[in-house]
Antibody
Framework: QVQLVQSGAEVKRPGASVKVSCKAS????????FHWVRQAPGQRLEWMGW????????RYSQKFQGRVTITRDTPASTVYMELSSLRSEDTAVYFC???????????WGQGTLVTVSS | SYDLTQPPSVSVSPGQTASITCSGD??????VSWYQQRPGQSPVEVIY???KRPSGIPERFSGSNSGNTATLTISGTQAMDEADYYC?????????FGGGTKLTVL
């Protein structure tokens, strides 16, 4: 069965970077794109960007352009999201999700809480 | 940027029909997906490509999309359907989410 398993919670200081991983299993890793979505406490879902694991092509939300980098490790069936220059407003749960090339996000990881605090 | 507008909250009595709308410019010209999110959990897809239900999603969930409005309909609403619901679409090769609707079953 399809599973997306994310890395554990992180606590970071303002100005630092965080790298969250998402390991896929149960299907051919390169077949579907991956998206990253975050949710601040009590707030809406916010799209950050996506990667085509087959060729490594990425697309980022304008809001995060320059601060976010999404990469993949194909042999490890893992995608990564790195967010730099963290500020308190980046405190959120970060989700990875699989996109089966029909416009939707069909499987989601369990979420990773990133807390930015001095 | 493209905006998707949802009502902040909808209330429904058990067994009745709940309708949650999602509005955006020419939304009917693109596919819309819907996600259910219970507190502390990851989103779960309940509708994709406007009207299709993923495997395992009850038949009481249905969707439509025309003009500027997409609608998620839950027939015979149950207490377990109480959750936040988000619509999602694509615009200019980026993903957009609605603001979310809290469905209360009372």
């Amino acid at each position: 069965q399809v599973q997306l398993v994310q890395s554990g919670a992180e606590v970071k200081r303002p100005g630092a970077s965080v790298k969250v991983s998402c390991k896929a299993s149960g299907y051919t890793f390169t077949t579907y794109a991956f998206h990253w979505v975050r949710q601040a406490p009590g707030q809406r879902l916010e799209w950050m960007g996506w990667i085509n694991p087959g060729n490594g092509n990425t697309r980022y939300s304008q809001k995060f352009q320059g601060r976010v980098t999404i990469t993949r490790d194909t042999p490890a069936s893992t995608v990564y999201m790195e967010l730099s220059s963290l500020r308190s407003e980046d405190t959120a749960v970060y989700f990875c999700a699989r996109a089966p090339n029909r416009g939707d996000l069909d499987y989601w990881g369990q979420g990773t809480l990133v807390t930015v605090s001095s | 940027s493209y905006d998707l507008t949802q009502p902040p909250s909808v209330s429904v009595s058990p067994g009745q029909t709940a309708s949650i709308t999602c509005s955006g410019d020419k939304l009917g010209e693109t596919y819309v997906s819907w996600y259910q999110q219970r507190p502390g959990q990851s989103p779960v897809e309940v509708i994709y490509q406007d009207t299709k239900r993923p495997s395992g999603i009850p038949e009481r969930f249905s969707g439509s999309n025309s003009g500027n409005t997409a609608t998620l309909t839950i027939s015979g609403t149950q207490a377990m359907d109480e959750a936040d619901y988000y619509c999602q679409a694509w615009d200019s090769n980026t993903v957009v989410f609605g603001g979310g609707t809290k469905l209360t079953v009372l």
